[in-house]
């Protein structure tokens, strides 16, 4: 099993170190099952203006999370992938007995809904009233997979989704959601009970113990108002 992530800037170099990904990680797991991909963005200037051009808000995590992405994997790992966003996620024990599942990909859940607003998608690709009354929905920051199954899955994504050019897609997020809510294959399905995964936007911090949390934690949104488990926890 490795962590995979990735981060992008105009230079060469990211101190992967300084995250909270890395420092948690290291305390109960090989460095070496550590993957950390940086593109300098200087590198992609032409990709850059052709996604923002085609996707609009957050173009960049598209690129850099999935277009890119798919021939680094399948050059360089043959292992079990969990993909971590790297600047607001915590690992926080040994992942070698973590398995992945045969033929589906699972996505961490979260009980906020982004993107917001599908208008454009069709009606194929719409929540159903009961994912929408009980806060099921997908998260992008936290995913584990074989390595296989990844390449299908972005493989699927640039075959049928990235040619839609839709720029309420909104990033990564957007384009893995509507994968999962057209039932496209590989199938991703979603840690609807946070057994390995906890995305905590809007989520009530009184409700949970630092004894009872998963292997994996993402602050997401944390500029927003996110209760920040990391932080208040001490996790690292």
Same mark, same amino acid.
């Given at each position: 099993?490795?962590i /995979?992530t990735?981060?992008?800037s105009y230079d060469n170099?990211?101190?992967i170190k300084? *995250?909270?990904?890395?420092q948690?990680f290291?305390k109960?797991?090989?460095?070496? %099952?550590?993957?950390?991909?940086?593109? %300098?963005? %200087?590198t992609?200037l032409?990709?850059?203006?052709?996604?923002?051009?085609r996707?609009g808000?957050?173009?960049e995590y598209i690129?850099?999370?999935?277009f890119l992405?798919?021939?680094?994997?399948?050059?360089?790992?043959?292992?079990?992938? !969990?993909f971590?966003?790297a #600047?607001? *996620?915590?690992c926080l024990?040994?992942?070698?007995?973590?398995?992945?599942?045969?033929?589906?990909?699972m996505?961490s859940?979260?009980? %906020?809904?982004?993107p917001s607003?599908l208008g454009?998608?069709?009606?194929?690709a719409q929540?159903?009233i009961?994912q !929408?009354?009980?806060?099921v929905?997908?998260n992008?920051g936290?995913?584990?997979? #074989?390595?296989s199954?990844y390449?299908?899955? /972005? *493989?699927s994504?640039?075959?049928?989704?990235?040619?839609?050019d839709l720029k309420?897609?909104?990033?990564?997020?957007?384009?893995? =959601?509507y994968?999962? /809510?057209?039932?496209? =294959?590989?199938? !991703?399905?979603?840690?609807?009970?946070s057994s /390995?995964?906890l *995305?905590t936007?809007?989520?009530?911090?009184e409700?949970?113990k630092k004894?009872?949390?998963?292997c994996?934690?993402?602050?997401?949104g944390?500029d927003?108002?996110?209760?920040q488990?990391?932080?208040?926890?001490?996790?690292v």
């Open positions: 099993m490795k /995979l990735t981060t992008w170099n990211f101190d300084s *995250t909270t990904l890395w948690s290291i109960n797991n090989d460095p070496k %099952n550590f993957i950390h991909v940086h593109y %300098n963005r %200087n992609f032409s990709l850059e203006e052709d996604f923002e051009q996707f808000f957050q173009y690129l850099y999370k999935i992405l798919k021939d680094f994997i399948k050059n360089n790992i043959d292992d079990d992938i !969990i971590c966003d #600047t607001d *996620t915590a024990s040994c992942i070698d007995n973590i398995k992945p599942r045969e033929y589906d990909v996505f859940r979260e009980i %906020n809904q982004y607003s454009d998608w069709g009606d194929h929540w159903n009961n !929408i009354n009980d806060k929905f997908l992008a936290l995913i584990i997979s #074989t390595s199954n390449i299908k899955l /972005l *493989t994504v640039f075959d049928n989704i990235l040619t839609k309420s897609f909104g990033g990564d997020q957007g384009i893995y =959601t994968h999962y /809510l057209v039932n496209n =294959t590989p199938k !991703i399905v979603l840690d609807n009970n /390995l995964f *995305t936007f809007n989520r009530n911090i409700h949970f004894e009872e949390l998963p994996f934690i993402h602050d997401n944390f927003y108002g996110s209760p488990f990391i932080k208040n926890f001490n996790l």
